[in-house]
């Protein structure tokens, strides 16, 4: 089955740097590729979502790469602050009737002041 | 913002008993997920379900857990006889169809405590 690896697992950046968080996966199927953000005691809040036939997609200060050859998923915080300081996964899915994500194992954000 | 709204927020239960959370589904989302998280980050899809028809779910959740989603009335999750193993994190989320591509919105979850 799929395997989703993240890295890294945790991240201390300044205010104002960027962060990058990157994600490899491993099922040449995997046609839906997303960001969550989860902030402590709270669910998974959605951030960006890309498909398979997208390389690359910003908002809002997010941007999400995708390396289909070398099957990585990225996402880059520019510009971070303090509300960002939260846990990021990456969650993908494969083609197929109602498939379940596959979630990475988290990077914690620590946004310095 | 998502709308899946998941109550109760926080659970306890000693083990034995039985644990029931809820999930109202964002308006308009025939097909809801559900996921448990551990304390080390880890996820573990339950069942999902396409309007009140069961799609998939794993074996664990075949033998301990039930689930629902009735029509008019919120999803649930029950666990029949909670274990310490089952303490987690217990999230719900909806999306607008089945298709691989579709955005899956998560609620708040429900966080579950067997003591």
């Known amino acids: 089955g799929e395997q989703v690896e993240q890295r890294p697992p945790h991240l201390s950046v300044r205010e104002g740097d960027s962060a990058i968080i990157i994600c490899t996966y491993t099922?040449?199927?995997?046609?839906?590729f997303s960001w969550y953000k989860q902030e402590a005691g709270a669910g998974l809040q959605l951030l960006m979502s890309v498909l398979s036939n997208v390389d690359r997609k910003e908002e809002q200060g997010l941007t999400v790469l995708l390396n289909k050859k070398d099957k990585r998923l990225s996402l880059n915080l520019t510009a971070a602050h303090p509300g960002d300081s939260a846990v990021y996964f990456c969650?993908?899915?494969?083609?197929?009737?109602?498939?379940?994500?596959?979630f990475g194992s988290g990077t914690k954000v620590i946004v310095l002041p | 913002n998502s709308k899946v709204i998941q109550t109760p927020r926080y659970l306890v239960k000693g083990q034995g008993q039985k644990a029931k959370m809820r999930c109202i589904p964002e308006k308009g989302h025939p097909v809801v997920f559900w996921y448990q998280q551990n304390k080390n980050n880890e996820f573990k899809f339950l069942i999902n379900?396409?309007?009140?028809?069961?799609?998939?779910q794993i074996d664990m959740t075949e033998k301990r857990f039930s689930a629902e989603c009735p029509s008019n009335s919120p999803c649930s999750l029950e666990i029949q006889s909670s274990e310490a193993g089952d303490s987690a994190l217990y999230l719900c989320?909806?999306?607008?169809?089945?298709?691989?591509?579709?955005?899956?919105?998560f609620g708040s979850g429900t966080r579950l405590t067997v003591l």
């Open positions: 989320a909806s999306s607008l169809s089945w298709a691989s591509a579709e955005t899956l919105y």
């Open positions: 099922d040449s199927a995997t046609a839906y």
């Open positions: 379900f396409q309007n009140q028809e069961v799609l998939q």
């Open positions: 969650a993908v899915r494969t083609t197929g009737f109602a498939s379940a994500l596959t």
